[in-house]
């Protein structure tokens, strides 16, 4: 069970949500706009462990706020929106959500989703210190040519550049950098990158994120070296076709 700040500027479908999430023992904070969250997590009680967020609310909008609680720090969000395209759910979760939920959604829907949010959520209890480390574990900085990746410190260098990534970007090439020269399926990306499946996230998400990343880490992204396309199979990471030329 969490605190879950909710944030909508609909009284109706506000209450609905805090009430589901009450009524499964969430401890529910809620706010009736953008300032309103904000001015929660500033408040005098502890901070929420899971926001979620309307994407268009009066004054200052859901991406807005996500905005700011991505560069404070890392508490999931998920995003509702009444906005159905795929680019609308793209723009959302290249900010930085963890999740998005198109409206109308089954309460049944927004609680599993609470629940799978809140599994991957930082705050999971680390490995007892006899457990055998995950084999790319090891290596927080690993490079690959001139393509350098740092874990602990989320970042991504390219010939000594910084690669301005967003979250979502960066969990993709380092989940694919953990498997070289194995043929990651779209299922297996959604499931392991985005903690979701094809039932609730559409497979062209993983497409576009990739074609994006290709565009900051490949010396020609129309003709990529590192992140190889395997028609009808997925993407594969190829370390030796690691870039020489300098970030776009």
């Known amino acids: 069970m969490a605190r879950v700040l909710v944030a909508d500027d609909e009284p109706t479908i506000r209450w609905l949500l805090a009430h589901t999430l009450s009524r499964v023992g969430h401890e529910v904070t809620e706010a009736a706009d953008g300032l309103e969250a904000l001015a929660a997590l500033d408040g005098p009680d502890a901070p929420p462990e899971l926001i979620v967020l ?39 979760l290249d900010h930085g959500a963890d999740d998005y939920l198109v409206k109308p959604f089954s309460l049944g829907e927004l609680e599993a989703r609470v629940r799978a949010v809140l599994r991957r959520a930082p705050s999971d209890p680390a490995p007892a210190p006899d457990a055998a480390p995950a084999p790319h574990d090891t290596q927080p900085v690993r490079a690959f040519g001139t393509l350098e990746i740092d874990r602990n410190a989320r970042q991504v260098r390219l010939a000594g550049e910084l690669v301005p990534l967003t979250r979502r970007e960066f969990d993709l090439l380092a989940f694919l950098a953990d498997h070289p020269r194995r043929v990651v399926g779209l299922p297996e990306l959604l499931e392991q990158v985005w903690q979701s499946s094809v039932e609730w996230q559409d497979p ?16 020609d992204p129309s003709s990529p070296r590192l992140l190889r396309t395997v028609r009808g199979a997925g993407f594969l990471f190829e370390p030796d076709g690691a870039p020489t030329a300098a970030p776009v």
Do not use: C, W, Y
């Not at 509702?80 to 795929?86: A, D, I, V, W």
């Not at 062209?204 to 010396?219: G, P």
């Open 204 to 219: 062209n998400t993983v497409k576009e994120h990739i074609r994006r990343l290709r565009l900051k880490v490949e010396a």
């Open 54 to 92: 309307d994407l268009v609310m009066p004054g200052l909008d859901g991406l807005s706020v996500l905005d700011e609680v991505r560069r404070r720090g890392s508490t999931p969000v998920i995003l509702l929106s009444g906005m159905r395209s795929e680019a609308d759910r793209i723009r959302g």
